[in-house]
């Protein structure tokens, strides 16, 4: 097995849950070695994380354990470098560093010496970037691409950055799901979830009242991407109707969350969205009770109020009524799974969940 370092994104433990299910996505053989709010240490068998960072949206960087020596295979005998410290004391990790170098008569210039955590963009123009965590060093070999990200959203046909969800969440949906195969968005807007499955080379389904948005996106994808080789189909619908469908995999989704608003609602303005939204969410999911064989992976809201007041929506009930359950996850994570920004006029919960087995027993 060889030892991983990821470096995690502003949501830890959604970071680290996503991980795990890449990892059983993937058949990919692990130990978790540790893991606190910044880092999760692996030990890993069949792994690749130049095709992992690609795909984990939750993971800023992947590193390695640095050897004895640098190993270093370039021409010249100077190179640029910087240091990320986590829980690391920076002298004695400086002084290991400088001893590599001299190991091979290198002369390293040491840029963003200021910082203790260096940004995925400014770490692409270094020769090695070093992670010093705890008594290890350790050299990162993958790093995420946040530019990538948001060229492929400004430049598609269409964009709204107010509505759309982000690059990033739709991967660590996409992953929590543990989809092998499929992956059905009956809410799919502008197809942000169904490009980025595609690109992870899922077959994906979508459904929406507006559907030219997706169909136009994913158009653009694949002539751009052409290395995508999986099918794509959207429909024009509703998500409380999919009788066209026979059987879905696994649903990974963002749906409706009400009404956008310029400043926050009242609290009677909210408990009336609520309330519209109870029978959207209600009706949705007992459609997909009907066909869904793997995971729910959906977010649903709280409403803020311009008060103060939170107006929550009592998904547990909706959802247990429908004939599903929360899935068990780390027990030290909780599920629902807060994604929760101050800025933000609502409070975004990630649920996965899956069917309750008993309840249909008992149907039947």
């Not at 992992?52 to 021409?75: H, M």
């Not at 989704?253 to 959207?280: C, M, N, Q, S, W």
């Not at 004939?323 to 800025?343: E, M, R, T, V």
Request: charge should be positive; hydrophobic fraction near 40%; glycine fraction near 4%.
């Amino acid at each position: 097995m060889t030892q991983y370092l990821f470096v995690l994104g502003r949501n830890p433990d959604l970071s680290l849950l996503e991980i795990l299910a890449y990892c059983k996505r993937k058949k990919i053989r692990y130990t978790m070695i540790d893991s606190n709010e910044e880092i999760a240490v692996f030990d890993m068998q069949g792994f690749d994380e130049h095709i992992a960072i690609k795909e984990l949206g939750g993971t800023v960087k992947i590193a390695r354990p640095q050897p004895e020596l640098l190993n270093y295979k370039g021409t010249k005998n100077k190179v640029i470098y910087a240091v990320n410290y986590i829980k690391a004391d920076p002298v004695q990790m400086d002084q290991k560093i400088k001893k590599l170098l001299a190991q091979e008569e290198l002369k390293g210039t040491r840029r963003h010496g200021k910082t203790r955590k260096i940004d995925p963009s400014k770490a692409q123009n270094l020769d090695y970037e070093f992670i010093a965590y705890r008594n290890t060093i350790y050299t990162t070999t993958a790093v995420s691409n946040p530019k990538e990200y948001k060229l492929r959203d400004a430049t598609r046909p269409i964009y709204d950055p107010l509505k759309v969800i982000s690059i990033r969440l739709a991967k660590i949906l996409i992953n929590l799901s543990e989809a092998q195969r499929e992956i059905f968005d009956p809410f799919c807007g502008t197809g942000t979830i169904l490009q980025e499955a595609l690109l992870m080379d899922y077959l994906v389904w979508g459904v929406d009242k507006e559907a030219h948005a997706a169909r136009k996106n994913l158009e653009w994808l694949e002539q751009r991407y052409t290395q995508i080789k999986s099918h794509w189909q959207v429909f024009q619908g509703d998500a409380t109707d999919l009788r066209k469908f026979k059987t879905i995999e696994a649903v990974v989704t963002e749906p409706y969350l009400g009404p956008f608003h310029l400043g926050l609602p009242t609290v009677e303005e909210a408990e009336k969205i609520a309330d519209e939204l109870r029978i959207l969410y209600r009706g949705t999911l007992m459609e997909l009770a009907k066909k869904v064989t793997g995971k729910v992976v959906i977010i649903f809201p709280e409403l803020k109020t311009r008060s103060g007041d939170i107006v929550s929506l009592d998904m547990y009930t909706i959802i247990t009524r429908s004939g599903f359950k929360l899935a068990p996850i780390l027990s030290s994570i909780q599920n629902p799974i807060p994604y929760i920004d101050k800025k933000d006029k609502i409070n975004r919960y990630i649920y996965i969940l899956q069917k309750d087995k008993a309840k249909e027993i008992i149907k039947k």
